[in-house]
């Protein structure tokens, strides 16, 4: 227990350019230079990007929105976990929450809290230009009354955008529960996926071109995902990820998918993007009866689905076949 206090005390005391979350700095700088013509940028992070200096270096334009995982000390003396906990519940709202393994579905019950804070400084491992403190604005989102058995969902959000009102603090959880969507298009690119870490090429040009190809295909698998329930005022046209070419064949393997039943039925309308997630869902192995088809399933049926237009295009331009 001594040594691992001591490796714990170490890290500390390391510079932030010489440890792995460096890489969270260099991102949100790399993010504003790729995105400099952006009205804003914001870099929507998990708890391992609670850092001190990501929030003190952060480029011009670029604002944060991290979860906390330090119950930092903040200037006035007092600390960040005990000062939000103190405020009274200045909102109320309803949550869909979808079933995963381990957790059922259910509507989860929110409180929301806010508060401007300032942030001490830390005093192991930092730079010598540092200030003594950043001002952040915090959001602590709870559920209260959750069922029996079930983790409560709690959130500890840091955050440079503006946090005003109710509104504005919603408005930022909303955002912040994007990065769902981000940790699936990585779940894609990687094991569950593409496995684009496992990829053996060490010439940087064509590396960088193989997962500039694969992160358009992930994409691709993402807008499939929120496409695949439709409904009205939420249809994308097919065109956001297919060809106009590939809409016969969209078609003919949605009749040879479609079953007797009403559930086994593509219900989207034709030259929507719901209705080809519908397709690749299908052929990814989803039988339209239990749950909803995820980025996984969809990208298995795409992938099966560009097989078998290279069969199509294949048997076009060699008609003798």
Known sequence: MERKEGRRA???????????SFR?????DHAASVCAGAASVTVIADRESDIFEAFALRPERVELLVRAAHDRALADGHTLFARADALPAMGRAELELPAKPGRRQRTAQLEIRFMPARL?????????????????????????????????IHWR???????????????????YRQRWAIEQL??????????????QIEDKAPRDRLITATLIAAVCIQQLVHARDGGPGTLRPLSDAFEPEDIPLIEACCADLEGKTERQKNPHPK???????????RL??????????????ILQGWLEFQAMKRGANLIMRRGDL
């Open 10 to 20: 170490a890290r500390r005391s390391v510079p932030i350019e010489e440890k792995e």
């Open 24 to 28: 969270w700095l260099e991102g949100a």
């Open 120 to 152: 001490a400084r830390p005093k192991n491992g930092l730079r010598a230009d540092l200030p003594e403190s950043v001002v952040v604005n915090v959001i602590d989102v709870r559920e209260i009354n959750s069922p029996a058995g079930e983790a409560p």
């Open 157 to 175: 959000l840091l955050t440079t955008h503006t946090v005003a009102s109710e509104a504005e603090a919603w408005g930022t959880v909303d955002l």
């Open 186 to 199: 990585f779940r894609v690119l990687k094991s569950a996926g593409f496995d684009i870490e496992d990829v």
């Open 271 to 281: 030259g929507s993007l719901a209705r080809a997630a519908w397709v690749c869902a």
């Open 284 to 297: 990814g192995g989803w039988t339209g009866y239990y749950g909803k088809p995820g980025p996984v399933v």
